[in-house]
């Protein structure tokens, strides 16, 4: 089975810190794709980043990274400077690749509030 | 850009009603996709669907049955709604598995 676990449930920042949401998973999958979603207040899910599990190398997009650590399970996402803009909840998930491999398992979210 | 359309953004309905939401893609996706979102529980897979006429119980799939006659339409019915189906509900769609999947604008339902 998988799983995939975002323990903050909800964090505030002041605009302009740095702050880092985590994700552990769980799967039995050698082959895996992980993912990151923000949902604003406007509700529809924006895809942010998907990473495949022979992928280790971080990935810096203007403000946002990512961490991916297969060796604690972890694949922790970034956000430098925060802004007001980035207040949503953000989704972790993943994709095995066996069977139910079309399905996406999603942590609970961790809500950001950047409060400016 | 693709487009994940969901045929009403707020719906109210009473308990017993049979329901229907509609979602429609324009990228000519595969697979398609009905979560429902509760606070504290997530997004929870309710069926997918990887072809025409071909669907697949996710999840929770308890209450709830899915159409798939075209590839670009993907409806969810409730068949008798009920207070507990009261929920936001996401449809998506992606082109292949393991590929992100793309999601519409939700349907916040309410059963009375």
């Known amino acids: 089975a998988q799983k995939v676990t975002q323990a903050q449930t909800e964090i505030s920042v002041v605009e302009k810190e740095d702050v880092t949401l985590d994700c552990v998973y769980e799967t039995r999958d050698t082959t895996y794709y992980l993912f990151w979603y923000k949902q604003p207040p406007s509700g529809e899910l924006v895809f942010l980043i998907r990473?495949?599990?022979?992928?280790?190398q971080n990935e810096i997009s203007g403000r946002y990274s990512w961490n991916f650590q297969k060796s604690t399970s972890s694949f922790n996402f970034t956000i430098t400077a925060s802004q007001v803009v980035d207040s949503a909840v953000y989704f972790c998930?993943?994709?095995?690749?066996?069977?139910?491999?079309?399905?996406?398992?999603f942590g609970k979210g961790t809500k950001l509030s950047v409060i400016p | 850009d693709v487009k994940v359309t969901q045929s009403s953004r707020y719906l109210v309905k009473r308990t017993g009603e049979k329901v229907f939401l509609e979602c429609v893609q324009d990228?000519?996706?595969?697979?398609m996709f009905w979560y429902r979102q509760d606070p504290g529980l997530g997004l929870r897979l309710i069926y997918f669907s990887y072809d025409v006429k071909m669907k697949e119980k996710g999840d929770i799939p308890e209450g709830y049955s899915v159409s798939r006659e075209k590839k670009e339409r993907f409806s969810l019915i409730l068949e008798s709604a009920s207070t507990n189906q009261t929920s936001m509900y996401l449809c998506a769609s992606s082109p292949t598995a393991y590929q992100p999947q793309h999601f519409g604008d939700g349907t916040r339902l309410s059963i009375l």
């Open positions: 998930a993943l994709s095995g690749t066996g069977a139910g491999s079309y399905q996406l398992t």
């Open positions: 990473r495949n599990s022979f992928d280790e």
């Open positions: 990228m000519d996706h595969e697979n």
